[in-house]
Antibody, heavy 116, light 106 residues
Framework: EVQLVESGGDLVKPGGSLRLSCAAS????????MFWVRQAPGKGLEWVGR??????????DYAAPVKGRFTISRDDSKNTLYLQMNSLKTEDTALYYC???????WGQGTLVTVSS | DNQMTQSPSSLSASVGDRVTMTCRTS??????LNWYQQKPGKAPKLLIS???SLQSGVPSRFSGSGSGTDFTLTISSLQPEDFATYFC?????????FGGGTKVEV
């Protein structure tokens, strides 16, 4: 059974940092291009970024609102995806999902609240 | 960026109705479009990939069509469990872009 389990969400002050994790199981994680998607409370879905598999170069792409502040990485030995978030803003408040987009697998999300 | 316009933003329907919603992209994306269903408090569920390919386990009352810049999701006979919000997503190019969603209400 495929599982994606996010963790690390928390309440953080503006300007602060947070690292989210996504533990994957049930599929060959090292082959997967992985994505982060977020959803602000009561709003629609927003693509945050992606990381290719290491065999495809392991490169990353980011949405404009987070570029330069967020970093996606992966540890294939631990089947884990990460999202390092720095210089957080109130508008980053959202439920953050990791997703294996091409096969339609999503985690349950982890909530990040940025507030003073 | 490839802008995505989804319409309507909400619609009111009854069980048994035929429901249609559309997504329009600002640039051609071929058939590189997915449709998702999301219920409150739940992660999105992939219904249709590649514009018209029904995912395993998704009822056949759901169908997708279109290519290029115009895409449609149709529910042929709305069931009680279909009341939800639906999103389209273009996966042709980064940044990936979602439609704003269509909320299907009673």
């Amino acid at each position: 059974e495929v599982q994606l389990v996010e963790s690390g969400g928390d309440l953080v002050k503006p300007g602060g940092s947070l690292r989210l994790s996504c533990a994957a199981s049930g599929f060959t994680f090292s082959n997967a291009w992985m994505f982060w998607v977020r959803q602000a409370p009561g709003k629609g879905l927003e693509w945050v970024g992606r990381i290719k598999s290491n065999t495809d170069g392991g490169t990353t792409d980011y949405a404009a609102p987070v570029k330069g502040r967020f970093t996606i990485s992966r540890d294939d030995s631990k089947n884990t995806l990460y999202l390092q978030m720095n210089s957080l803003k109130t508008e980053d408040t959202a439920l953050y999902y990791c997703t294996y987009l091409s096969l339609g697998y999503w985690g349950q999300g982890t909530l990040v609240t940025v507030s003073s | 960026d490839n802008q995505m316009t989804q319409s309507p933003s909400s619609l009111s329907a009854s069980v048994g109705d035929r429901v249609t919603m559309t997504c329009r992209t600002s640039q051609s994306i071929g058939k590189n479009l997915n449709w998702y269903q999301q219920k409150p408090g739940k992660a999105p569920k992939l219904l249709i990939s590649a514009a018209s390919s029904l995912q395993s386990g998704v009822p056949s009352r759901f169908s997708g069509s279109g290519s290029g810049t115009d895409f449609t999701l149709t529910i042929s006979s709305l069931q009680p469990e279909d009341f939800a919000t639906y999103f389209c997503l273009q996966i042709y190019t980064v940044p990936l872009t979602f439609g704003g969603g269509t909320k299907v209400e009673v």
